[in-house]
C-alpha cells in the first residue's frame, strides 16, 4: 500500500507529479504538504489526516494503534513551478509513445520481440531522437536492414514526432485514480517518463 500512487499538486490546485503513499505521507508530516480529502477538497495536515475516519471500503494503512487513510491527492504548499513540458528521449519512454507497436507492420508485441529502428540509419548519419527512432518488429526491421523505409519499399504507420508532456507520463494511466480526474489534462498514450 506503501508505494502505491499519490497524485501531487502545486500550490496552484495543478497536477506537477505523482509519488508514492509513503512519500506523500512524510511530505505531510514535514509540514511540506496538506492531504487533499476528495470528496470535499478539505485539505488536512499531517495531524488531522490521522484523526479522519475511513469510509468502508476505502484503502487503509493499518498500524498497530490505527488505520490511515491512504492520501489519494496532495498539495504542495510551497511548490509553485509548472512541470518541465519536455518528455526525456529513453527506449522506455519510445516504447509507450509507439504503445509497443511495430511501426511498420501494426503488430502488437512484448518489449523482446520489438526493437529500436532508426528511420535514417545511423550509419547514414542518423539520430537517435524522437523524430528518427521508432519501434520495429524484429521481421520488419531485419527486412528495412541498414536503408531508409523508402529505399526499403516500406512505410511507417505515423510519421515519428515528439510527445507532448502530460501528467501520465509519471505513472501508467492504468493505475490512476478516479478522483485524480479533476486535476488532470486529457490522457495521453505516453504514460512515464521515468527510467
Known amino acids: 500500500m506503501l508505494d502505491d500512487r499519490t497524485l501531487v499538486l502545486n500550490r496552484s490546485w495543478l497536477a506537477v507529479n505523482v509519488t508514492t503513499v509513503r512519500r506523500a505521507l512524510i511530505l505531510a508530516y514535514i509540514g511540506c504538504a496538506r492531504v487533499i480529502q476528495p470528496e470535499t477538497f478539505e485539505t488536512h495536515d499531517f ?29 504542495l504548499l510551497a511548490y509553485d513551478q509548472q512541470p518541465a513540458l519536455r518528455v526525456p528521449f529513453s527506449r522506455r519512454n519510445l516504447f509507450l509513445r509507439d504503445n509497443h507497436r511495430c511501426q511498420y507492420c501494426g503488430i502488437r508485441a512484448s518489449s523482446e520481440e520489438l526493437s529500436v529502428d532508426h528511420v535514417m540509419p545511423r550509419s547514414k548519419g542518423g539520430l537517435s531522437t524522437w523524430t528518427n527512432c521508432v519501434l520495429a518488429c524484429h521481421e520488419c526491421n531485419v527486412r528495412k536492414g541498414n536503408r531508409t523505409p523508402h529505399e526499403a519499399g516500406m512505410r511507417l504507420s505515423r510519421t515519428p514526432a515528439q510527445p507532448r508532456w502530460s501528467v501520465y507520463l509519471t505513472f501508467g494511466s492504468d493505475r490512476k485514480r478516479d478522483c485524480w480526474q479533476r486535476f488532470l489534462s486529457e490522457p495521453r498514450s505516453i504514460r512515464d517518463s521515468r527510467l
Open 47 to 75: 495531524d488531522s489526516w490521522l484523526s479522519t475516519k475511513p469510509v468502508t471500503g476505502e484503502r487503509v494503512i493499518r498500524t498497530v494503534a490505527r488505520e490511515i487513510r491512504v492520501p489519494e491527492i496532495i498539495v
